[in-house]
């Protein structure tokens, strides 16, 4: 049977650790000095140089030109002939996009079943529910991003929120288009998509629109049903800048004067909405945080929930796993049509799906796409792929899901929100400080170090696992946990500095005119 990533426990307890029998490297689990002894489960050899913890050891001679294998799966090639023992990384591993990938055998698992589990959430009329009870404060444009702000601050400043205990605040969620643009095709369905998303999201109590008036993207054409939770007016018919912060301060007060008093109320967590996301990732990334984060992904889609992996461009040299993890053919075809989408298109822009590992990433060990996206999909655990979406579309099917998104972190998390996710888990093995609202972001870190240097930022450490001192399903437990204690109203690090407001950015397609 041809091991997979996402099939992976491992519980690292030697400085050494070689993932599969047929890999071609271990990743050093701590800093190897030149000369050092040092043996993986299948190999022993002498580290020829310093080797930094995350980097990848070759644990046998390589020839030129030969595969290199981690987790079972090709991540590149050999572009000189390298040593055991030497270090393996941009100077002697180099990227192919051959589109050769291993088949994958017993794809995907039944996740092992869990007791019920409840959280304290919000129950919205139209039967969804929501983990945080904002008001938004939306926009169609990028010209009536300042009127929002104004509006949402001076509610902020007001006393509102001592007369509504209940609200979370207001929030002004701006962004830099909606002009500029062609009036129809996929740039602006995206955008009115996103903007929709948002608007009927359940971590909203109730929302205001705010445009300008001459814009691209009207009003109108966002697609935001009639209700009491919405309002909606321009600056150009309001009278201007001053005129329309006063006209918004006293709509947003008459929506939360027909608002009932919220209260949490005990909700079954197949009512969770999990985005699953990686950022800042490192050499620990694919072995620790990941895996630890599908056990709990796993778990959720057990309880009936939804969990989605995003970021196409970061499953590149992993879809076919995931495909193989489909519920049907439908769902797999879905997902390759978007892998080929995304080739034509970085060509089209002479670029390349290998330019996705950032100076950071590499920095951390990671040295090629393929090698970063056989880590990243770790996130999604062993549970059948049940649906492909579209870029913010609605999250609709329980169990696994995959959204199509790039990988830039706020783009990609403005996806998941507007299709539904109520809380999101974000790796990081370099350090994020990325925070998103209405959605509560938990931060979780790939080893202790990042954990012990930026603790007001990390959620969740996860670096017990590099240690030998947990293992994955332990961690995944905790992160579980730390779920339903957030869904049900516990404040995230970056929720308590404030952050969530910029991170707003949808994806933008199309030429600018």
């Not at 599969?20 to 002498?46: F, I, K, N, Q, Y």
């Not at 602006?188 to 001459?214: D, K, S, W």
């Amino acid at each position: 049977m041809v091991a997979t990533p996402l099939q992976l426990r491992p519980r690292p307890a030697m400085p050494l650790l070689q993932l599969r029998s047929e890999d071609e490297v271990a990743v050093a689990m701590r800093d190897l000095a030149p000369g050092e002894r040092v043996a993986t489960a299948w190999h022993e050899l002498t580290s020829q140089t310093t080797i930094r913890r995350g980097h990848k050891v070759a644990v046998r001679e390589i020839p030129a030109g030969a595969p290199i294998r981690k987790y079972g799966q090709v991540i590149g090639y050999a572009t000189a002939a390298i040593t055991a023992g030497e270090h393996v990384h941009t100077h002697n591993l180099g990227y192919s996009d051959t589109g050769e990938r291993m088949a994958a055998s017993a794809a995907s698992t039944s996740p092992n079943p869990v007791p019920p589990r409840t959280f304290q959430g919000y129950r919205r009329a139209d039967g969804k529910v929501g983990t945080r009870n904002y008001l938004g404060i939306l926009t169609s444009v990028n010209c009536s991003a300042s009127v929002a702000r104004m509006i949402a601050a001076q509610l902020n400043a007001s006393d509102l929120l001592e007369r509504r205990p209940d609200l979370d605040g207001a929030v002004a969620i701006t962004h830099s288009t909606g002009c500029g643009m062609s009036d129809e095709g996929m740039a602006i369905q995206v955008l009115r998509r996103t903007l929709a998303g948002y608007a009927a999201h359940p971590n909203f109590a109730a929302v205001l629109m705010v445009g300008l008036g001459c814009e691209v993207n009207q009003l109108d054409g966002i697609g935001i049903p009639a209700s009491s939770r919405y309002s909606s007016m321009t600056i150009q018919e309001s009278g201007g800048t001053a005129t329309t912060v006063r006209a918004g301060v006293a709509a947003v007060e008459a929506l939360v004067a027909e608002l009932p008093v919220a209260t949490r109320t005990e909700v079954p967590a197949s009512e969770l909405v999990l985005g699953l996301k990686c950022g800042g990732s490192d050499g620990y990334s694919g072995i620790t945080a990941n895996p630890a984060l599908g056990v709990a992904a796993d778990a959720i889609v057990t309880l009936g929930g939804r969990a989605v992996l995003c970021e196409t461009p970061e499953i590149y040299g992993a879809e076919h796993l995931l495909a193989a993890r489909a519920t049907g053919p439908a769902v797999a075809d879905r997902l390759l049509a978007r892998i080929q989408w995304w080739r034509a298109y970085v060509a089209r822009h002479e670029a390349s799906l290998d330019n996705n590992p950032s100076p950071g990433n590499k920095a951390g060990g990671i040295t090629t796409i393929l090698e970063k996206s056989l880590g990243a999909v770790a996130k999604a655990g062993t549970a059948p792929l049940s649906a492909v979406y579209e870029y913010a579309e609605s999250i609709s099917v329980p169990g696994l899901g995959f959204m199509d998104t790039p990988g830039y972190d706020p783009v990609s998390v403005t996806g998941l929100i507007a299709g539904g996710a109520n809380v999101v888990c974000f790796t990081t093995g370099r350090g994020s400080v990325f925070g998103s609202r209405p959605t509560p972001s938990l931060k979780l870190s790939t080893n202790t170090e990042l954990f012990e240097r930026m603790p007001g930022d990390i959620d969740v450490n996860c670096g017990q696992i590099a240690t030998g001192d947990a293992t994955v399903e332990q961690v995944g437990a905790r992160i579980l946990d730390a779920v339903l204690a957030t869904a049900s109203g516990q404040r995230t690090r970056s929720e308590e500095l404030g952050m969530g407001q910029d991170e707003f950015v949808p994806w933008t397609l199309g030429p600018v005119v």
